[in-house]
């Protein structure tokens, strides 16, 4: 029987952490990289981010400031977009590049963007469904007969779940990059040379939803073989 920790499936992994690290340190160097660039106008990224929602008549969404690094994001339970200080009281390219990405899920929100719409419904079922997975999933491996296998095969449904919740991450962060470039753009916060970098930090941001799903997808394909092997 295969040991489920370090059995030859636990290769499998190896890609998608190798990916997982090179996004985390692309990111964090794009964004440090293009903070230390001013734009032209000015604003800062709370500015940017109320302006963006004024004009779109959201301005009844607050911007808050939030502690941590990158720890920007838009809650669209309360309808509170947050920004982390970096961003909040920034005026660089990245700030805005961020800022206008968190007010292109407000705008998401407010369109009833479907992909938005059903990764907030996902997430509670998906978290409770990742915290059980495991766990079922290895009681069952060991324990054997009948009841070990269904114990697996449901393990596999919950984890199902959360994988389904990466991949529709996916077009939700990529539209709201998007939308973020146009607004940009389109409200000349920044110039036409400064619009690449902001493009730049975006990319970088949307490699870690990437590295992501590519983990949970080599996860579920690993507890898959492991079921099987059981057989």
Excluded: C
Excluded at 4 to 15: Q, R
């Amino acid at each position: 029987m295969l040991f489920p920790f370090m059995d030859p499936t636990f290769f499998l992994l190896i890609p998608a952490f190798i990916l997982a690290l090179y996004a985390q340190s692309k990111v964090r160097s794009t964004f440090n990289r293009y903070s230390r660039l001013r734009a032209t106008r000015g604003m800062t990224g709370e500015e940017v981010a109320r302006s963006l929602l004024n004009m779109r008549g959201l301005g009844d969404v607050p911007v808050e400031k939030s502690k941590g690094s990158l720890s920007d994001h838009y809650d669209p339970r309360k309808r509170v977009l947050r920004l982390s200080e970096g961003v909040f009281d920034s005026d660089s390219v990245a700030a805005l590049g961020v800022a206008a990405h968190e007010t292109g899920h407000a705008l998401q929100h407010a369109d009833s963007y479907g992909p938005l719409a059903l990764r907030s419904n996902l997430v509670p079922v998906a978290n409770i469904g990742s915290w059980v997975a495991f766990p079922l999933f290895f009681i069952g491996f060991f324990i054997g007969s009948n009841t070990g296998t269904l114990l697996m095969d449901v393990g596999i449904i919950f984890f199902a779940g959360a994988v389904f919740l990466t991949l529709v991450t996916l077009p939700v962060e990529f539209n709201a990059s998007s939308r973020a470039m146009a607004l940009l753009r389109e409200g000349g916060y920044l110039s036409e040379q400064e619009l690449p970098h902001a493009r730049a930090v975006l990319n970088a941001a949307a490699w870690t939803y990437v590295a992501a799903a590519t983990m949970a997808v080599s996860q579920l394909v690993r507890l898959l073989i492991l079921r099987n092997a059981r057989d």
